[in-house]
Structures are given as C-alpha cells and as structure tokens.
C-alpha cells in the first residue's frame, strides 16, 4: 500500500486543519489506517486509527472531542479533521496502515505501510 499524506500547514491557536491520507495499491478492506505524530525532540505517538472495514475508530485521549478520523471509501482516502488546534497539536503527522489485532494500534512499530509527514504547526 502507497500513502499520500497531505493538509498541513500553519494555523493559530483554537483553529482547524483537515489532514488527508490517499491510499492506492491495494484494496483496504482488512487494513486499519492509523494517524500517528512526533513532535521534535518527542517520541511518535498515536492520534488516531480507523478500520477500513465498519469504519470503527479510536482516538488519544488528548485529541478526543477534537479531532475527528473518517474514510472515503470511494476515494480510498482517510481523513483527520483537527479542531481546537492547540500549540502543543504542533508535529509532523504520518499516516501508515496494518492489519494488526484492534487492541495493538497504538504501537507504530506495528505498522507497515508509511506515508510521508506533513507538518502541522499550531502557533499561540
């Protein structure tokens, strides 16, 4: 699988950004796609994922009620809806897909496929 991040850019606090993930090479419907994020000098953490098949997500508990993931199915793309962008939101985001167990999509070492970053900066 072959993603293509794209959506950043620089926004001031309490704002939004819609981040896009298209993928092609293969179909999803056994894959989750996930959104990951490392700020500089930080480890890469979750944001969050969506299962290609039934749409079921699940977010960070510090992006929960402010970002929202969702798919097209027709476009074979992911979104990442990000509202109330705080400064701390600031780092690059990766999209990246696997098929692993639903209670393992957190851990990005269990990821296969990576899209390249783009960078979201949140200034106060």
């Known amino acids: 699988v072959q993603l293509q991040a794209s959506g950043g850019g620089l926004v001031q606090a309490g704002g939004s950004l819609r981040l896009s993930c298209a993928a092609s090479?293969?179909?999803?419907?056994?894959?989750?796609l996930g959104w990951f994020r490392q700020a500089p000098g930080k480890e890469r953490e979750f944001v969050s994922a969506?299962?290609?098949?039934?749409?079921?997500?699940r977010y960070a508990d510090s992006v929960k009620g402010r970002f929202t993931i969702s798919r097209d199915l027709a476009k074979n793309t992911v979104f990442l809806q990000m509202n109330s962008l705080k400064p701390e939101d600031t780092a690059v985001y990766s999209c990246?897909?696997?098929?692993?167990?639903?209670?393992?999509?957190?851990?990005?070492?269990?990821?296969?496929?990576w899209g390249q970053g783009t960078l979201v900066t949140v200034s106060s």
């Open positions: 090479g293969r179909t999803l419907s056994s894959y989750t």
């Open positions: 990246a897909t696997t098929r692993i167990v639903w209670s393992e999509i957190t851990n990005h070492k269990r990821y296969n496929s």
């Open positions: 969506i299962r290609w098949s039934g749409g079921t997500t």
